[in-house]
Every structure is written in structure tokens, then in C-alpha cells.
T-cell receptor, first 114, second 115 residues
């Protein structure tokens, strides 16, 4: 079955440093979504990428979708303590029979030291 | 507007008992999902409902787990004869349409503890 892997599992940074998490799928994805889960909270949607090679920015966050639509990355510039949380990528399998099944990566836990 | 709501927020039960977890999706959202999240882990897909179509139950871990969605709105996840390994946070999410096009909105979750 489809597998979505994220690295690293944990990342500790000093406030002001950059952060990147990588997401790799075993199969081609029709799109990829990113979610953030604050400690003790629930996942909150950040963004969706659809096109091959797509790059989207949200303030200090930059999201990329690979040319082969099998990998993605999230980069945060100059981290702040408000960036703390777990970042998940998720994607449905392209051409899959189930339109609803979203496979999540295991997440990257980001801690930011002030 | 109102988001996805789940009840109870916490549930402690004895091994072997049955539990029911409830999810109220956002009004107008036709797609509803259940996930399980163990401590410090990712989200494990359980089941997906879309309109009047047959649900995708491919993620249910055993026949002790079942879910229904009445009237295309409220959903109940039932776990029979609970085991300690069932302890986790159960998250419900809803979206406007198939997840391929629309983001999911998650509820606050139900934390289930089986003693």
C-alpha cells in the first residue's frame, strides 16, 4: 500500500534558525496537503499543492511539490516560538479507487528554543 | 461558524467494555473521516464516509471497530470489547467533498483510555 515518509522525526532549533521537513511518497500523489498540530491540539490545514513543481509561500513558510509528485518539503525561515508543533504531510494516492483515503506521514516534531 | 465537534472529550473505560464516540461535522460537509492518533504518533486512517456512498472501512483495525453516519451528518464510532491497545486520541474530520480537492477540518478529538 501507499506509504508516506517524513524526515526528520524531530527537529530542535534555536529561535531565528531555519527549519525544513521532507515528505516522500512511495506512489505518485494527485496532490499533497500540509497540516500543523500544536501541542495538545488537533491538526489544522496549512496548504494544498496540486501541480508538479509547484511552490507556494505563506509568510515565512515555503512549500514545494516535486516534479514527479512523489515528494514535498516545508521550509520555515527564521523560526519563532509560535512555530512549535508537529507538521504533517498527507496525500491521496493518484488514481486510487478511494477518493477519501488520505495517507498521513508520521510527522516532524519541531521545538524552538528562545 | 461552528467547527467539528466531538464528544466526549475524554473517556476512561475498563477493558472489555464497549464505547461510543460521537462526531458532529461542519454543516454542509459531505465527507467525514475518523482517524486514530497514538501518543506522539501520526494519524492512522480508520474510515471515511462520503454522502450516500458505501463507506471506505479499509482502515478499521479489527471487527471490534465499527462506525455509522446517520442522515449524512452525525457519526458514531463504536469500539466493542475495548483493549488497552485501543487507548489513543480519536480524531474526526470533515470536508466539503472528496479529500482530493478540499482540506479537512479536524475536531478536538476524544482521548480514550482503556484501563
Amino acid at each position: 500500500g501507499q506509504q508516506v515518509m517524513q524526515i526528520p522525526q524531530y527537529q530542535h532549533v534555536q529561535e531565528g534558525e531555519d527549519f525544513t521537513t521532507y515528505c516522500n511518497s512511495s506512489t505518485t500523489l494527485s496532490n499533497i496537503q500540509w497540516y500543523k498540530q500544536r501541542p495538545g491540539g488537533h491538526p489544522v490545514f496549512l496548504i494544498q499543492l496540486v501541480k508538479s513543481g509547484e511552490v507556494k509561500k505563506q509568510k515565512r513558510l515555503t512549500f514545494q511539490f516535486g516534479e514527479a509528485k512523489k515528494n514535498s518539503s516545508l521550509h520555515i525561515t527564521a523560526t519563532q516560538t509560535t512555530d512549535v508543533g508537529t507538521y504533517f504531510c498527507a496525500g491521496p494516492q493518484a488514481g486510487g479507487t478511494s477518493y477519501g483515503k488520505l495517507t498521513f506521514g508520521q510527522g516532524t516534531i519541531l521545538t524552538v528554543h528562545p | 461558524g461552528a467547527g467539528v465537534s466531538q464528544s466526549p472529550s475524554n473517556k476512561v473505560t475498563e477493558k472489555g467494555k464497549d464505547v461510543e464516540l460521537r462526531c458532529d461535522p461542519i454543516s454542509g460537509h459531505t465527507a467525514l473521516y475518523w482517524y486514530r492518533q497514538s501518543l506522539g504518533q501520526g494519524l492512522e486512517f480508520l474510515i471515511y464516509f462520503q454522502g450516500n456512498s458505501a463507506p471506505d472501512k479499509s482502515g478499521l483495525p479489527s471487527d471490534r471497530f465499527s462506525a455509522e453516519r446517520t442522515g449524512g451528518s452525525v457519526s458514531t464510532l463504536t469500539i466493542q470489547r475495548t483493549q488497552q491497545e485501543d487507548s489513543a486520541v480519536y480524531l474526526c474530520a470533515s470536508s466539503l467533498a472528496p479529500v482530493r480537492e478540499y482540506e479537512q477540518y479536524f475536531g478536538p478529538g476524544t482521548r480514550l483510555t482503556v484501563t
